[in-house]
């Protein structure tokens, strides 16, 4: 299992570029600390992405963004389209993933695809990335979010999902004859800004129904009610949704659902997706800290009342460390976590406080097993 403990360089070298003759002198290349952020946009077929995507590449908005369009096509190697938008205009080229789909590809297609694309246009401000409608955001997040090779030019901005309100019910309540979670319900989870599209085709009963169940399956997203996928981009790009700024830091405090099981039916215990929060005024042992979330990550150990396991899809947390001055953030997607320390708390009152989306959770179990971390 592999994991990211990013530790922040605050001395940004300068890169030598190695020259094709040895006899010519090196020339030094002042390195780009400007990282360019991606942003991965999901949804159902039909959801509202492409409109979104034409309405980003069409709009004038002054921002060099990339878009990568990733749709099955025909054959193993499919030739995809790759649209810039610059000021309004669209310039396209060609672009080769080799399986026609980022996901299900080896690991190197998209890095190589994204690298290959900044060698040939230069650097974007933005990179969109399209997910086919089927696809699980989890395995695409990870790959922008841990790789190494990656880690100099790109990193994860957040993911986006959308949503059509008319069919978007009966999708997240599709049955799967495996049991497994459905792929919208997956996309739902993992997004960290929702776009509840097509909100003109339906009564205000039913977008209220729609809410109301992404809200149960995810508390902790941003809900946005658009017509045609037509968004202030303000609200899409820069969402930072990976960071251990100040920004998640208060994000967590104020947007966070009641610290209860976010499910209406709480008492029950659920099979179903949803949110679980609680907070816990002590401070935690590190190295306790690191086995609980391997335990619970990786081994998925911890079980609720019923013994079924705790899977969990998402996480954050802002926690007070034992000798630590500072605020610790950690993040997680299915099996991968990072910590980072942040911003110190000062004369705050130091809190642990943590977000869990996931299934079979139980918000008693967590709590408890959590308490046994602290001093």
């Avoid at 994991?3 to 002042?30: H, N, R």
Wanted: one cysteine or more.
């Amino acid at each position: 299992h592999s994991k990211k403990m990013a530790e922040a360089d605050p001395m940004q070298p300068e890169l030598i570029k190695a020259s094709d003759s040895d006899d010519e002198c090196p020339e030094l290349v002042p390195v780009s600390t400007k990282k360019i952020p991606v942003t991965i946009i999901t949804g159902f077929l039909g959801a509202g992405k492409t409109t979104l995507l034409n309405y980003i590449l069409t709009e004038q908005h002054k921002k060099r963004i990339a878009v990568i369009l990733n749709e099955f096509g025909e054959g193993s190697a499919v030739e995809k389209s790759l649209a810039v938008g610059q000021e309004g205009e669209l310039y396209e080229e060609w672009l080769e993933l080799r399986n026609g789909c980022l996901c299900c590809s080896v690991k190197d297609t998209g890095v190589k695809a994204i690298e290959n694309l900044m060698q040939k246009k230069g650097k974007f401000d933005y990179i969109l990335l399209e997910t086919t409608g089927l696809a699980d955001p989890g395995p695409i997040a990870s790959i922008f979010w841990l790789d190494d090779e990656l880690g100099s030019d790109i990193y994860l901005d957040g993911i986006v999902t959308v949503i059509d309100c008319k069919y978007g019910l009966k999708q997240l309540e599709e049955k799967k004859s495996s049991g497994a979670v459905n792929e919208a319900t997956r996309q739902v989870a993992l997004a960290d800004l929702i776009l509840v599209n097509k909100i003109d085709l339906v009564s205000s009963a039913q977008l209220e129904a729609i809410k109301s169940k992404i809200r149960s399956i995810n508390g902790l997203s941003q809900l946005v009610e658009t017509v045609r996928s037509k968004i202030d981009l303000e609200l899409i790009l820069d969402l930072h949704a990976y960071d251990t700024s100040e920004r998640v830091v208060t994000d967590l405090v104020s947007h966070l659902p009641p610290t209860s099981q976010s499910h209406p039916h709480s008492h029950h215990l659920d099979e179903a997706v949803c949110t679980v929060t609680f907070e816990l005024h002590s401070d935690v042992v590190e190295d306790r800290l690191e086995d609980w979330l391997q335990d619970l990550l990786w081994e998925k150990s911890l079980c609720d009342r019923t013994g079924r396991a705790m899977h969990i899809m998402r996480m954050k947390g802002v926690l007070s460390m034992a000798s630590e001055l500072r605020r610790v953030i950690v993040q997680g997607v299915y099996e991968l976590f990072e910590k980072e320390r942040s911003t110190e708390w000062g004369d705050e009152q130091r809190i642990n406080r943590l977000v869990f989306i996931g299934y079979n959770l139980d918000k008693d179990v967590l709590a408890e097993s959590f308490k046994k971390l602290c001093i």
